[in-house]
């Protein structure tokens, strides 16, 4: 029977399952209709030199075939994010807005072991508009999707890259400790951290970076980081728009914190970012935030969030 045996961490739904997220497909993008949001539906394939733009972890990310008519390798669609970015620079010239919505399937290299390689990604992207009321719409439609999928208890865990950016920026680390670096506070690892840090000549980035690892909790913590990078104007920009996100979310049913340390995702991300929990499930069930100017597309702003129907469906055992 061997035959008939599938690849390792890929699944097919049986019916309850695919007709669950079928289901919640249907009601999220009319959800997002409703909000202003148009349907794309990027292609399967795309050329794989076209990955490089979005960073090493992507392409790492992403099956590759070659192209048996042109000779070329092509990557099989792994994030629609990337892909809806392009299709955005196709639709409209820069100082326009675009509120792009998107459902379909991707496959990804690797996964963590609870989870399949092949997703059922959803999500919305708005492109065009860099002030903080893009990232609080964006925020507000995760948890009403989230809402109509009956998913409760939400926590929303949000981080503003521009803070350790600026202090990798000022270390001047090399690509290898940047790598490093950012495991370790992804992990929360100290001593680790401290190590590589001790090869620079900087005391007091160097410090700053190390106690991103505790500022984490509920608005109190972003008076903490005014405190310990005084006088930056690009922390203090970032500080102001976490401020006015939080005064609009803390009014919604969602447990709204930041956690500075929490910089995962893919690298084209800059900016504001945000990861949503429940405790009925093993990890986030949806992420997102800023990726502007992606693609080397100058002064275009985009933001938006995705997450995988495959892995809310089996968590919730239908």
């Given at each position: 029977m061997s035959q008939w045996l599938l690849p390792e961490n890929v699944e097919d739904l049986l019916p309850r399952q695919a007709k669950q997220l079928e289901t919640f497909r249907r009601q999220l993008l009319d959800l997002y209709e409703k909000n202003g949001y148009e349907l794309v539906i990027p292609s399967l394939l795309e050329y794989a030199d076209s990955l490089n733009a979005f960073g090493?972890?992507?392409?790492?990310?992403?099956?590759?075939?070659?192209?048996?008519?042109?000779?070329?390798?092509?990557?099989?669609?792994?994030?629609?994010?990337?892909?809806?970015?392009?299709?955005?620079?196709?639709?409209?010239?820069?100082?326009?807005?675009?509120?792009?919505?998107?459902?379909?399937?991707?496959?990804?290299?690797?996964?963590?072991?609870?989870?399949?390689?092949?997703?059922?990604?959803?999500?919305?992207?708005?492109?065009?508009?860099?002030?903080?009321?893009?990232?609080?719409?964006?925020?507000?439609?995760?948890?009403n999707s989230l809402k109509l999928m009956n998913i409760g208890n939400i926590s929303l865990d949000i981080n503003h890259l521009d803070i350790y950016s600026n202090l990798i920026l000022e270390l001047r680390l090399s690509g290898e400790d940047k790598v490093d670096v950012s495991e370790a506070l992804i992990i929360k690892d100290k001593a680790a951290l401290r190590k590589i840090l001790k090869r620079y000549d900087k005391s007091v980035a160097s410090e700053q970076l190390v106690e991103l690892i505790n500022l984490y909790g509920d608005k109190d913590v972003l008076d903490q980081i005014a405190k310990l990078i005084p006088g930056n104007k690009v922390v203090q920009s970032a500080i102001g728009k976490l401020k006015s996100l939080y005064d609009v979310l803390i009014k919604t049913d969602a447990k709204v914190s930041f956690d500075f340390s929490d910089i995962r995702g893919y690298q084209y991300h800059s900016g504001l970012i945000f990861s949503a929990y429940s405790p009925n499930y093993s990890t986030a069930i949806a992420q997102g935030g800023r990726y502007d100017n992606i693609n080397n597309r100058n002064n275009r702003a985009a933001t938006g969030f995705s997450m995988d129907l495959r892995f809310i469906i089996n968590q919730m055992k239908v």
């Open positions: 090493k972890d992507l392409d790492l990310d992403t099956f590759k075939v070659v192209d048996q008519l042109s000779g070329r390798m092509m990557g099989i669609s792994s994030d629609l994010t990337t892909q809806t970015s392009r299709i955005d620079s196709q639709l409209t010239k820069e100082s326009s807005l675009n509120k792009l919505c998107y459902a379909g399937p991707v496959l990804r290299t690797k996964t963590a072991l609870t989870q399949s390689r092949e997703l059922y990604q959803v999500g919305i992207e708005y492109f065009g508009e860099s002030d903080i009321t893009a990232d609080i719409e964006v925020q507000t439609i995760l948890l």
